[in-house]
Nanobody, 128 residues
Framework: QVQLVESGGGLVQAGGSLRLSCAAS????????MGWFRQAPGKEREFVSA????????YYADSVKGRFAVSRDNAKTTLYLQMNSLKPEDTAVYYC?????????????????????WGQGTQVTVSS
């Protein structure tokens, strides 16, 4: 299995930027498809972004498209989320998550149930 640890959260003014990192340890990082989710107080955890194990493509929620960028460095076993033009509605705990895609199965990368492993989360607060 893999252990995931997020970092890089904090307090930022609207319009500012943050870069989240998710450090992975344990099994080979490159076998995992990765995702970012977030959860605001009183709300369900929601999909933010995803990237497959090869990094060949990226996927985003409509609410962050054009402002956030996901990337991964398999050599450094780290997932990143660059967040620009932050808005107060981006305030949430951000989680990274991982799953191993198995042949013959289809996965909805926007659904939390697809993911087997989760980090503990990092708080992002955007002030207006």
């Amino acid at each position: 299995q893999v252990q995931l640890v997020e970092s890089g959260g904090g307090l930022v003014q609207a319009g500012g930027s943050l870069r989240l990192s998710c450090a992975a340890s344990g099994r080979t990082f490159s076998i995992y498809n990765m995702g970012w989710f977030r959860q605001a107080p009183g709300k369900e955890r929601e999909f933010v972004s995803a990237i497959p194990r090869t990094g060949s493509s990226t996927y985003y929620a409509d609410s962050v498209k054009g402002r956030f960028a996901v990337s991964r460095d398999n050599a450094k076993t780290t997932l990143y989320l660059q967040m620009n033009s932050l808005k107060p509605e981006d305030t949430a705990v951000y989680y990274c998550a991982a799953y191993v895609p198995r042949s013959g199965r289809s996965y909805d990368y926007t659904n939390t149930r697809a993911y087997e492993y989760w980090g503990q989360g990092t708080q992002v607060t955007v002030s207006s």
